[in-house]
């Protein structure tokens, strides 16, 4: 942990400060998990928060800063915090999915989360990582660049946090937790936010909007998060283009967009340049999903640019969403996404391979003799890879491995399906499962290829898939079955885009590469939290390296016990 002259302590009950004002490597923040009612659809809940707030309190830092966030859990659930995208290099333990890699914090427990900041600079979010508790228990994480180290584009007159994300007007834990005893699908959510608030919806007209106030003649930083529990989404802003900077903290050659699409766990920043003279313009954030098959919540969520000077009686000048299956504005999007692959944060591409690896990701039905409704006939939906559906332990498997707990988990995981069959087909006859807690075991610096593809169980569909741990590079995607002999020919080596979070298309697949350079156990899951309930989950364990550097730190005195 590095010093610093001024411990610069944010407690974030409702005052932002932002820590670029001191010079100071350790930044401090005090998360106290509670419970306030919120009013939003005309109906007023309890949901639970972080300070108070919803969305939650963001979170700054810069590059090569020491992170410590003491969380308290003040709410009748168990509370973990899961800091998305962030490497954790070495500091696994801070990584925060439940059952991965620590026992949850209870009622009345705290837990001190410390990591730091190495190599990385953009936005990323935070969020609960237990149950479906992130639904209200989210948040932005905004890494600035070292001082002194300008953005590689031009410098925006001003920043502003956006978080999407989904309301719904019942508990959403009961919500799961009535699916997984019925063992049919959950409900979905009755509106979509921004920046906690619906826009008008049909439902409640008297909803308020959540306003973005822009002088004409200015450029500005938009660092837009998708902390939505399952839907994809489109986001777009009437009449003013969008210049994508940024997906997932790391830089991508700058683009013009009018739409982006974003999925749960996904960030991206943009430019925006005001270049009218005055008005009020609508943003609308609505649901990407290609499949009429699934249910969604098809509100969409809307927002106002509103330039200085603009009377509020003023019309807003409006704009139409993409329709909930346009294939080919995701697809434009996607395609468009390159590193920006400078010499001074150049594409890091694994051009060798030591591990190659096909996963399937997708859906299964399995029998389920204590499931209470008719409809489900005794059986229910579940989500696999590789057909082995994530059984959830009773011990963090980070904490089984380093201290050599025996029948905790097996690390026989499947680096191929068991069973292979036409995947974009007609889905076999038996659609089952296995069930198992099982890892894929990697030595450490080792090279991957890994190729996921969508299977057609069920219905096809977008799977928004997150590597804890890591970044990866998506070398090549594609619709249909993986051809392993055709398809890396076309795959891109030299500037594909990085992430942490991606979207195997529906009916489709996607490949891509990584090194095992960070010692620990690393969860991978859909983040669409209905297919992770469902078990769309495994995990990696890296080997220690040679060398102390190279070496999983040993647990902080205060980790939680299950």
Same mark, same amino acid.
């Given at each position: 942990m590095g010093s610093c002259w001024v411990r610069l302590i944010l407690l974030l009950l409702g005052v932002l400060v932002l820590p670029a004002i001191v010079e100071c490597r350790v930044r401090h923040y005090?998360?106290?998990?509670?419970?306030?009612?919120?009013?939003?659809?005309?109906?007023? /809940?309890?949901?639970? +928060?972080?300070?108070?707030?919803?969305?939650?309190?963001?979170?700054?830092?810069? @590059?090569?800063?020491?992170v410590l966030v003491k969380v308290a859990n003040h709410v009748k659930y168990n509370v973990t915090i899961h800091w998305h995208g962030v490497r954790q290099l070495r500091t696994g333990w801070a990584d925060g999915p439940a059952y991965i890699t620590q026992c949850p914090i209870q009622t009345g427990q705290s837990f001190v989360y410390n990591f730091t900041i190495k190599g990385q600079r953009g936005t990323l979010l935070w969020h609960a990582h237990i149950q479906w508790l992130?639904?209200?228990?989210? *948040?932005?994480?905004?890494? #600035?660049?070292k001082r002194g180290v300008p953005y590689p584009f031009p410098k925006p007159n001003k920043e502003f946090v956006i978080i999407l994300a989904e309301w719904w007007k019942s508990d959403t834990e009961a919500v799961i937790n009535e699916a997984m005893s019925s063992g049919l699908a959950p409900n979905v959510s009755d509106a979509h936010t921004i920046n906690g608030h619906p826009g008008s919806v049909s439902a409640c007209p008297s909803e308020g909007s959540y306003t973005l106030p822009v002088e004409s003649g200015k450029t500005y930083l938009l660092r837009i998060v998708n902390a939505a529990l399952n @839907?994809? $989404?489109?986001? /777009?802003?009437?009449?003013?283009? #969008?210049?994508?900077? @940024?997906?997932?903290a790391?830089?991508? /050659?700058?683009?013009?967009?009018?739409?982006?699409?974003? +999925?749960? *766990?996904?960030?991206?920043?943009?430019?925006?340049?005001?270049?009218?003279?005055?008005?009020?313009?609508?943003?609308?954030?609505?649901?990407?999903? @290609?499949t009429s098959i699934v249910a969604i919540d098809n509100v969409t969520a809307t927002a106002t640019v509103?330039?200085?000077?603009? #009377?509020?009686?003023?019309?807003?000048m409006l704009t139409k969403p993409p329709p909930q299956n346009a294939s080919s504005v995701a697809n434009r999007f996607n395609n468009a996404l390159r590193s920006l692959d400078s010499k001074k944060y150049p594409a890091m591409v694994p051009k060798t391979v030591d591990h190659n690896l096909f996963f399937t990701v997708g859906l299964g039905v399995n029998p389920c003799p204590t499931c209470t409704a008719a409809a489900a006939n005794l059986s229910r939906v579940v989500a696999a890879v590789n057909n082995v559906t994530f059984v959830m332990p009773n011990i963090a498997l980070l904490q089984a491995h380093f201290f050599n707990i025996s029948g905790v988990f097996t690390t026989d995981f499947p680096g191929n399906p068991p069973t292979p069959f036409n995947y974009t087909g007609t889905p076999p006859a038996n659609m089952q499962t296995t069930n198992g807690t099982k890892v894929y075991r990697l030595p450490y610096n080792a090279t991957v290829q890994l190729v996921l593809q969508d299977t057609g169980i069920i219905a096809p569909e977008t799977?928004?898939?997150? $590597?804890?741990?890591?970044?990866?590079?998506?070398? *090549?995607?594609?619709?249909g079955n993986y051809n392993p002999k055709k398809d890396p020919k076309k795959f891109n080596l030299v500037d594909p885009v990085e992430r942490n979070t991606l979207g195997v298309p529906s009916g489709g697949w996607t490949a891509l590469r990584f090194r095992a350079d960070n010692p620990g156990v690393w969860f991978m899951h859909c983040h669409l939290e209905v297919h992770t309930s469902w078990? #769309?989950?495994m995990a990696f364990l890296v080997d220690n390296g040679k060398r102390p550097s190279q070496t999983l730190l040993p647990p902080p005195s205060d980790l939680p016990q299950c």
């Open positions: 005090k998360f106290n998990v509670v419970t306030k009612n919120m009013t939003r659809l005309c109906s007023t /809940k309890p949901i639970v +928060t972080v300070n108070g707030k919803f969305p939650g309190p963001t979170l700054y830092a810069r @590059e090569g800063d020491t992130r639904a209200t228990l989210h *948040g932005a994480i905004v890494i #600035l660049p @839907e994809e $989404l489109f986001f /777009k802003i009437a009449q003013h283009n #969008l210049t994508v900077v @940024e997906v997932d790391t830089y991508v /050659k700058p683009f013009q967009t009018d739409t982006i699409l974003i +999925t749960p *766990g996904q960030t991206t920043n943009v430019l925006v340049t005001t270049d009218r003279n005055s008005g009020k313009y609508l943003i609308t954030a609505s649901t990407f999903m @290609e509103h330039y200085s000077g603009t #009377l509020a009686s003023t019309p807003t799977h928004p898939v997150h $590597l804890h741990g890591f970044n990866f590079f998506i070398v *090549g995607r594609g619709l078990g #769309l989950k």
